[in-house]
């Protein structure tokens, strides 16, 4: 994904269905100079991690 794409996406308020290394994440910021973001598994909101943007994936 590139990182024009992932703002967009966290900026939306509709879900997109976007996984990391398989796993369902929500995107909760984008710092595109960084090329990274800020995000956590659908299935523990708690566990927030900071990932390339390049490891997302929109299905």
Known sequence: MD???AQEISSSPIMANV???GRQVYIEHVD???G???IHHLDNRNDKLSVSISNLIEH
Do not use: D
Request: glycine residues 0%; hydrophobic residues 15%.
């Open 36 to 38: 990274t973001a800020t």
């Open 32 to 34: 595109q100079q960084n």
């Open 19 to 21: 996984t990391c290394n």
């Open 3 to 5: 990182a024009q794409r």
